[in-house]
């Protein structure tokens, strides 16, 4: 069955450095996602990228944050100065579109210390 | 604003026991709701869905039924496994297929012992 594939799988940064979380969606899936889910909380919607560009963004997700889809399959979340607050799981997802569900990846554990 | 809001876990129940995990949610529209399981060190799995009320998901002996009137979507199983032990996700989206974001509780532990 095809997976989601996220690395790395855990990540220490110090703070104020920046991250790059990879992600690999299936292959014929057309919207990509990201969730991070702070230790012990929800799960929280970060943001959702179609045809190259973000469709919807949350309040979370300000300038310190970016994606990118730089070669038609990976898509990447970078945090560009990491603050103690940002360690979370975070989860790469991706779907088809309408009627299909979700396939989420493993997560990415950011730790910043 | 949207929401789910889950029964506090942990919950710990005997193998074969009978599994009900509340979930209520609050919607401006008529959501889809959904399960997604997350099993120890795995990703988020969709369990099961609905997208109408009255539709019921149903999936591995789980089912939930969507009820508009109480605005809830309670997951059940007649008799749990050791398996089974993983932590539970109710969700809502605005979209039948999900494609929107998803709004999910707070998740609900299961620990199943033998």
């Known amino acids: 069955e095809p997976e989601v594939t996220q690395t790395p799988s855990h990540q220490v940064t110090q703070m104020g450095q920046e991250v790059i979380l990879r992600c690999v969606p299936i292959s014929n899936h057309l919207y990509f996602y990201w969730y991070r889910q702070i230790l012990g909380q929800k799960v929280e919607f970060l943001v959702s990228?179609?045809?190259?560009?973000?469709?919807?963004k949350s309040e979370i997700f300000d300038d310190q944050f970016s994606v990118e889809r730089p070669d038609g399959s990976n898509f990447t979340l970078k945090i560009r100065s990491t603050k103690l607050e940002d360690s979370a799981m975070y989860f790469c997802a991706s779907n088809r579109g309408a009627k299909a569900g979700y396939t989420f990846g493993s997560g990415t554990r950011l730790t910043v210390v | 604003g949207d929401s789910v809001t889950q029964m506090e876990g942990p919950v710990t129940l005997s193998e074969e026991a009978f599994l009900t995990i509340n979930c209520t949610y609050t919607?401006?529209?008529?959501?889809?709701l959904f399960w997604y399981v997350q099993y120890p060190g795995e990703g988020l799995q969709l369990l099961l869905k609905a997208t109408k009320a009255d539709d019921k998901g149903s999936n591995k002996g789980f089912e939930a039924t969507y009820r508009k009137e109480t605005t809830s979507f309670h997951l059940e199983k007649g008799s749990v496994q050791v398996s089974d032990s993983a932590v539970y996700f109710c969700a809502l989206s605005f979209s039948p297929g999900g494609y929107n974001k998803l709004i999910f509780g707070a998740g609900t532990r299961l620990a199943v012992h033998p």
């Open positions: 919607a401006t529209g008529y959501p889809s």
């Open positions: 990228f179609y045809n190259n560009e973000i469709s919807e």
